[in-house]
């Protein structure tokens, strides 16, 4: 049996799918059903379905990047979305990320199982293709085929270390804002732009220094606090490794 997983704000279409729609037809069954956006993406680590039917417009929740998160860690799995927001470009982006289906509510029961039908059919067909050309992509060093998921979520990931660098940043801090674990966007940051967090942070930080060096009347180390480092010394070492002069001579330079 498929395991399907439903996730919406409104607790009458998620009783109305599960008790609507016939499951057994195609050989599904729901393990599960949530009213939040974070508590889905807990529920759909914890017991791995085929099948999500989801809204994307929820409280305290980026659909588009949910999207991208599942597609990112779980590249077989069959997203069908079930929205009453209305917007063409933000349907075609959830499609490019993957989704097989985008209904709109209130959706007619044909057009439902015609979804889950298109889900089930991709899972029989596809889910061994898409591990063998993950293998071969990771083995080969290549991006695998997530739809551009990876690609979108290190792109969020970056945007907000950039946001909030000055801050303590830690990697899990980072992994919570694009809904996965820390492990995979370790994993999506050292694939695509081929550094670790620590280094994506410290290049993002020095940046923001060059900048701020190029106004004589800040001190050096009023700058390196600015920037996020709370250690001068450690401002320094890491300064002089990526930039190769000390932030005095690259000032002096200006």
Same mark, same amino acid.
């Given at each position: 049996?498929?395991?399907?997983?439903?996730?919406?704000?409104?607790?009458?279409?998620?009783?109305?799918?599960?008790?609507?729609?016939?499951?057994?037809?195609?050989?599904?069954?729901?393990?599960?059903?949530?009213?939040?956006?974070?508590?889905?993406?807990?529920?759909?680590?914890?017991?791995?379905?085929?099948?999500?039917?989801?809204?994307?417009?929820?409280?305290?929740?980026?659909?588009?990047?949910?999207?991208?998160?599942?597609?990112?860690?779980?590249?077989?799995?069959?997203?069908?979305?079930?929205?009453?927001?209305?917007?063409?470009?933000?349907?075609?982006?959830?499609?490019?990320?993957?989704?097989?289906?985008?209904?709109?509510?209130?959706?007619?029961?044909?057009?439902?199982?015609?979804?889950?039908?298109?889900?089930?059919?991709?899972?029989?067909?596809?889910?061994?293709?898409?591990?063998?050309?993950?293998?071969?992509?990771?083995?080969?060093?290549? *991006?695998?085929?997530?739809?551009?998921?990876?690609?979108?979520?290190?792109?969020?990931?970056?945007?907000?270390?950039?946001?909030?660098? +000055?801050?303590?940043?830690?990697?899990?801090?980072?992994?919570?804002?694009?809904?996965?674990?820390?492990?995979?966007?370790? +994993?999506?940051?050292?694939?695509?732009?081929?550094?670790?967090?620590?280094?994506?942070?410290?290049?993002?930080?020095?940046?923001?220094?060059?900048?701020?060096?190029?106004?004589?009347?800040?001190?050096?180390?009023? *700058?390196?606090?600015?920037?996020?480092?709370?250690?001068?010394?450690?401002?320094?070492?890491?300064?002089?490794?990526?930039?190769?002069?000390?932030?005095?001579?690259?000032?002096?330079?200006?």
């Amino acid at each position: 049996m498929y395991k399907v997983v439903i996730i919406d704000d409104e607790p009458i279409i998620m009783e109305g799918l599960r008790k609507s729609v016939d499951w057994n037809r195609f050989g599904c069954t729901v393990v599960g059903m949530t009213g939040s956006g974070e508590e889905g993406i807990r529920l759909i680590r914890e017991v791995e379905p085929d099948i999500i039917f989801t809204d994307i417009r929820m409280p305290c929740m980026d659909g588009l990047t949910m999207i991208a998160a599942i597609r990112s860690e779980f590249p077989g799995m069959q997203i069908v979305i079930l929205t009453g927001y209305r917007d063409f470009d933000y349907a075609q982006r959830a499609i490019s990320l993957g989704v097989t289906r985008f209904l709109l509510k209130p959706s007619k029961m044909d057009e439902i199982m015609e979804a889950l039908e298109a889900a089930t059919d991709g899972l029989a067909k596809r889910i061994k293709v898409i591990e063998e050309i993950e293998e071969e992509s990771e083995e080969n060093g290549n *991006i695998s085929p997530d739809g551009g998921a990876g690609s979108f979520l290190v792109k969020n990931a970056v945007s907000y270390i950039e946001e909030h660098c +000055k801050e303590k940043l830690k990697l899990s801090d980072v992994a919570e804002q694009v809904y996965v674990s820390q492990w995979h966007l370790s +994993k999506l940051l050292n694939r695509y732009l081929g550094q670790n967090f620590s280094e994506i942070l410290n290049g993002i930080r020095i940046e923001k220094a060059k900048e701020k060096l190029k106004d004589p009347s800040l001190r050096i180390g009023d *700058i390196a606090e600015e920037v996020g480092f709370s250690d001068m010394a450690h401002f320094s070492r890491v300064f002089k490794k990526l930039v190769g002069i000390s932030a005095n001579e690259y000032r002096n330079k200006l």
